[in-house]
């Protein structure tokens, strides 16, 4: 008999343990944010994503051109997401004249990277990067400085109303991309005596420019 | 390859702990530290709401549990449908076998793990090591803690127990780092190291925090970025996942994986929260072209059968570790197997069987914090009371002992009982002063034990609502 007929046929032998269990009548959500306008929501998300130790800015596409070249910093390489993922149109072209080599750059060199979002989150400050096709897992997990891309539209509530919109799309939709990551803040740690750092593996920045 | 069980020798590997003041103290912050996080980020709203929150991650883990042959079933269609390749595994020796027969399969010779307990159960590491793969932990904790040639003692903080200087002392010995104070320093150290390994790594090894039946993902949490490390860059990924950590659906995942964190460490989400849908799409060229889960048993399926069932709505966060007096004392290794703290004294006994770890169901106060911390509310004084009984059926228990306890058990139910248990433990302290009999004396040989209150707090309670009633009855009037 396999393994999997041992387990189930154990478990099925077994008697069913809480058959008693009440269902929840009304569902909460973790953080309650029914009610808020969408100004509301969005200045609830700068706030969370500030107090994750994000760095964000409300921009026009110029400024955040701009911005970009300020943390650019002079690189010759920027690892990015591909130009139709990215909702600043011009952005590929204008490194490309400075001589900067725009690609996926998956060598764990690359100080910069640079990804739109799916969704942003205002309860908890997130934001919802899905791989796939010119979309990359590691753009933002491998360089230092993690440049996310977004409009205010994309902003939901909290991940109950990201996870409801999907379910009105039906299953395709949550299982479109083989790998969905909710990013809160910079990557850090508390395992050396407790004391928090930044950077432990993945972007050590995150800079989140909303574009107006 | 099995993991060495030394519960039976608690008292004396409590007392090593309880003599080593850097221990202690790097224990009693951590576990301080995250416990006041919690109770701010789990009742921020209100404490209404924490508690209607903890209820509901409650339910969707027994109903999850209710419902688990039919669940993994479900899952393990979704699981195929997304690519991954399902196996099952019934104890350690099996897991780790599939594991060794996957990374042959794929001409793996280097291998790079994210966090998992499970992992710690099945002693993956040796058994990969001794068939000649290179193993790396790569969350910072267990890192260092296999590099130490040691044991995690936290679930989430695996490396709690050690100072500042005893880590930088392990990066010195082992990997030759310029001797440095400065955690910024280590961390950057270690990030360095291990993206070399993260880059050439063939097959990176996870746990499963999660597993959604009805979408057939892999729900993983984690602050530092090495579990997607793990899972996105080597040519081939396994989870390995025990059968209770399904979930229903997506909703339930929502609340659970939410809850997790807000209870662990007082985050409202990690920095990373990975759903994980399978290897990489034919228009992807990036992530694992393999990907393979393993649903564990090892052991679960004989607790399933039993009245410690609720043990398996365990998420493994480690609050009840943070809030136990006991845990906050001296750490998790002197529970002498994978697990510490409360969860680790129900646990132990119930996977390396009741003879080898006799002590621990005595290694509590029946205080009930870890109760009350818990995010899927789980019992563990009640299963604690339990194995004590059953420790008292298969004649393992002295007879002065088990009057105690039985008589505490008879003392916590009653509210008059309770109140002349009061009365009589403090007459009792009169008598008796500050040492205690018993297993109690191993303790309070290295404290105090704290006197009882002089009136009891229910006295307290039914004087100030007394006094509550009049004002409001002089306000009306």
Known sequence: MSAREQILGKLRQARQPFTDVQPIQDRQPMIPMAGLSAADQLSRFISEAEALGCCVYQVSPNEAIEQIMDLLDGDKTVSSWDEAELPLPGLRGMLESLGVSVGAHQDGDTRLGITGVTAALAATGSLIVESGAGRYRSTSLLPDVHIALMRAEQILPDLESWEEAQRRAGYPAFTRSSNTTVISGPSKTADIAHQLVKGAHGPREVHVMILG | ?477
């Open chain 2, 1 to 477: 390859m099995t993991v060495t069980v030394e519960s039976n020798n608690f008292i004396a590997l409590a007392d090593v702990a309880l003599h080593n003041e850097d221990l202690q103290h790097a224990v009693g912050e951590g576990t301080r530290a995250a416990y006041y996080k919690r109770l701010d980020t789990m009742f921020a709203t209100s404490s209404e709401h924490g508690e209607s929150m903890r209820q509901q991650a409650a339910e969707a883990k027994r109903r999850a549990l209710r419902d688990l042959p039919d669940l993994l079933e479900k899952a393990e269609r979704n699981l195929e449908k997304n690519g991954f390749q399902v196996e099952w595994a019934l104890d350690a020796a099996e897991a780790n076998q599939l594991l060794l027969d996957i990374a042959r399969r794929h001409g793996v010779e280097s291998v790079t793990k994210s966090k998992s307990m499970l992992s710690e159960e099945l002693g993956t590491n040796h058994a990969l090591e001794a068939a000649g793969l290179r193993v790396v932990e790569t969350d910072l904790g267990e890192y260092i803690i296999q590099l130490a040639n040691e044991t995690p003692s936290h679930i989430v903080g695996p490396v709690m127990h050690k100072t500042k200087a005893e880590i930088r002392d392990v990066f010195v010995h082992e990997l030759g780092m310029e001797p440095t104070d400065d955690a910024e320093e280590m961390v950057a150290f270690a990030r360095r190291m291990l993206r070399e390994d993260f880059l050439k790594a063939d097959m990176g090894v996870s746990g499963g925090n999660f597993l959604i039946a009805e979408t057939g993902s892999i729900g993983l949490v984690m602050n530092e970025g090495n579990g997607r490390m793990c899972t996105s860059l080597p040519r081939v990924h396994v989870a390995l996942v025990g059968i209770e950590k399904l979930v229903d659906t997506v909703e339930d995942y929502a609340t659970l994986t939410q809850v997790l964190p807000s209870s662990s460490t007082g985050q409202k989400l990690t920095v990373y929260t990975n759903i994980i849908n399978g290897p990489r799409r034919d228009d992807e060229d990036e992530g694992p072209e393999h990907a393979y889960v393993i649903l564990v048993d090892n052991g679960r399926s004989d607790i399933y059968a039993t009245k410690y069932a609720e043990a398996l709505a365990c998420i493994r966060c480690g609050a009840c570790q943070n809030a136990c007096p006991v845990y906050r004392a001296m750490g998790g290794h002197a529970y002498g197997w994978v697990y510490g703290g409360p969860i680790g004294a129900v646990l132990t006994p119930l996977f390396v069987g009741l003879e080898n770890a006799t002590p621990l169901p005595h290694a509590s106060s029946l205080c009930g914090s870890c109760k009350q911390v818990c995010p899927v509310d789980i019992d563990l004084p009640r299963m604690l009371l339990d194995l004590r009984w059953d420790l008292v059926q298969a004649g393992e228990s002295k007879v002065g002992w088990d009057m105690a306890m039985k008589m505490w058990a008879i003392g916590m139910t009653s509210p008059t009982r309770f109140n002349l248990g009061g009365v009589a433990a403090r007459t009792g302290q009169h008598i008796m002063g500050e040492y205690m009999p018993g297993v109690l004396g191993n303790w309070t040989k290295h404290r105090d034990f704290p006197d009882f209150a002089p009136k009891p707090f229910r006295q307290l309670w039914a004087a100030r609502r007394h006094s509550r009633v009049k004002e409001r009855k002089n306000e009306r009037a």
